[in-house]
């Protein structure tokens, strides 16, 4: 019996202890807890609201360079061949970086050396000519944007890809939704000017890409031009539900303040991609490309965009077309370059197109 107590006097003193310091751990944890939560539920939202310049960097992402260290002026260290790099200044003096990529045809002919040669070679294109409008974050060496050149190479397509303002080796300047549409319509311009109607120009959308094509499509169509048609690769309809549906968006949706926080300041900053509004003013074929699994932009706002497309030109699979792509095959926002099927969507779009062209 004396050991016994002997042993209790023994424990208890470290027992009382191990509470002691249980108790401030969880006390700890709790401060850490409501700090952590106070940061990204009040000051976070807060700074979000009121800074312009962090609005931009959440929907432009110009910062996240992927890959690191490219050489533009060398494409083939990304494996692009037959492929030229070269530099274009807009009408508001921005120095954009683009690459124009010859079609597979071209590919061995040992006459095509000089940038005079490369830009005959588009001036008397006998294919049809894709222009590329990649979506925020990284940079035209992206890698699932060389998958979709290789692509429209193999498919003997000519390309041209650019970076907007900010990205890749193109020149620093005011990032805004006007400032990379202008970029843009730019080079646009640019190339339906060298081509004078002699070859098909497609235009092609992706992702924030495909906010930035509508609307430059929509300008255009005020002057009365317009390509032979727009591809829009994982679209979404608006800004506004796009920011709602975002899988980053869930965390804060179900606050009362979501609404004023985070949509409100983009829209008075005219950050706002209105597709839906655009698609009313453009008058070439339009193909939606969605996959069903896309966990960056949902598939529901695609199918919003393709229904307001409807709305407004009818129900004429010649002019508004939209292919889904099932979610078994694992292709969500980016890799929809992988599907199997693309090539021959691709082809029939693009042939149909030109014919409603030349008719």
């Not at 494996?79 to 683009?98: A, S, W």
């Not at 906010?211 to 309809?237: C, D, M, R, W, Y």
Request: net charge neutral.
């Amino acid at each position: 019996m004396q050991t016994t107590y002997l042993l209790l006097a023994a424990i208890l003193p470290f027992a009382a202890l191990d509470i002691w310091y249980t108790k401030i751990y969880l006390f700890w944890i709790m401060k850490v807890s409501i700090f952590t939560y106070l940061v990204i539920f009040g000051l976070l939202p807060i700074i979000f609201h009121y800074s312009y310049a962090f609005q931009k960097k959440i929907l432009f992402l110009n910062f996240v360079q992927w890959p690191l260290n490219v050489d533009f002026s060398k494409p083939e260290s990304v494996g692009m061949k037959g492929t030229r790099n070269f530099y274009l200044k807009t009408d508001e003096e921005v120095k954009i970086g683009l690459w124009q990529i010859l079609p597979q045809s071209l590919l061995n002919d040992s006459t095509i050396t000089t940038a005079n040669d490369y830009e005959a070679v588009l001036k008397n294109a006998k294919q049809p000519i894709f222009l590329y409008m990649h979506g925020n974050s990284g940079n035209r060496a992206s890698s699932h944007r060389l998958e979709l050149y290789k692509l429209f190479q193999n498919l003997d397509y000519h390309v041209i890809c650019f970076d907007y303002r900010g990205y890749g080796d193109s020149e620093e300047a005011e990032l805004s939704e006007m400032g990379v549409v202008n970029d843009s319509k730019y080079v646009l311009e640019w190339l339906l000017k060298i081509v004078n109607g002699t070859t098909p120009v497609f235009v092609w959308g992706h992702s924030l890409g495909t906010g930035v094509s509508t609307h430059v499509l929509a300008l255009l169509a005020i002057k009365k031009v317009q390509p032979a048609g727009l591809f829009l690769e994982s679209p979404f309809n608006n800004i506004a539900d796009e920011l709602s549906e975002h899988p980053l968006a869930q965390i804060f949706k179900h606050l009362p303040w979501f609404h004023w926080i985070i949509v409100e300041p983009f829209y008075d900053n005219f950050l706002r991609f209105e597709s839906d509004k655009h698609v009313e003013k453009i008058q070439c074929p339009i193909m939606i490309l969605h996959a069903e699994d896309d966990n960056i932009i949902p598939f529901a706002l695609g199918e919003k965009l393709f229904k307001a497309a409807i709305n407004y030109h009818g129900n004429n699979t010649n002019s508004i077309q939209m292919t889904r792509i099932d979610a078994l095959y694992g292709l969500g926002h980016k890799y929809i370059c992988r599907y199997k099927n693309l090539p021959n969507v691709i082809k029939s779009f693009v042939a149909k197109a030109h014919k409603n062209q030349t008719e």
